[in-house]
């Protein structure tokens, strides 16, 4: 929260010098950030390592059933994404990430690139070097951030209330300690199980369709009436009965 408060601070003060030496801030230029600074305005036909730096962070807007590719290339999924993302925060949904889209993205980021509302302790109880599941360490941390910013989009959906992570990334050790299936998406760090608090379970299966989950299973699935399931598994699976889906 300091490092946030800390950030608006800055950004305000350098706004404010630019405006007293009549220097015009480019996007992105604005303010610096811990996590990452966009250096320019992105739109329909950009591409590059900016671009997927801005796609993991609103892969949480794709809209209904959908999943946004992060790949790179700003086309019309990106731009419609980018728009959803505006509209939710009150910015101007114009589909085009300048100054205001970066701020709020900086606003809602910490210094270790995840969302304000998740880390990656809660995405991660088996142990602290994400090593031991079915991909590499390096590529189930990366899915984890992907997750939880989808997490983070679906928690602004649901009126910014809480949404509890039970469980994400396990070893091949820890799923079997626990029971999980042997070809578990917690094994490549992009699932994550979510319990009941502010939200049902049924109600947070039924938003997590807008948010770029292709897994999604809850109450009414063999072993999941006590959890819902999100992950990033590469074709729609959804399966709830108790709650229509």
Known sequence: MLRRTARLLLSIVMLMVAGLTGVVATAGTAQADDCYTWSRTLS????????????IRVAGYPGYGGVLAIDGDYGPATAAAVKRFQAAYGLTADGVAGSAT???????????????????AELNDCNSTWSGGAVSAE?????????????????HALGDQPITVTSGFRSYACNEA???????????????????????????????????????????YPGHNDHTHVDHRSSRY???????I
Not at 112 to 120: G, I, L, N, R
Not at 178 to 204: F, K, Q, T
């Open 44 to 55: 329909q036909g950009a591409s590059g390592a900016d671009v997927t730096q801005l796609q």
């Open 102 to 120: 970066y701020s709020k993205i900086y606003a809602l980021q910490d210094s270790d690139c995840t969302p304000a509302h998740f880390s990656y």
């Open 139 to 155: 590529t189930a941390k990366s899915n984890a951030l992907r997750t939880m910013w989808k997490l983070e989009a679906m928690r």
């Open 178 to 220: 626990v029971g999980g299936a042997s070809s578990s998406r917690h094994l490549y760090g992009d699932a994550a199980d979510l319990g009941a608090g502010p939200h049902s379970l049924c109600r947070l299966a039924q938003q997590a369709r807008y948010h770029g989950f292709n897994g999604i299973l809850g109450p009414g």
């Open 238 to 244: 959804w399966s709830a009965p108790s709650c229509g």
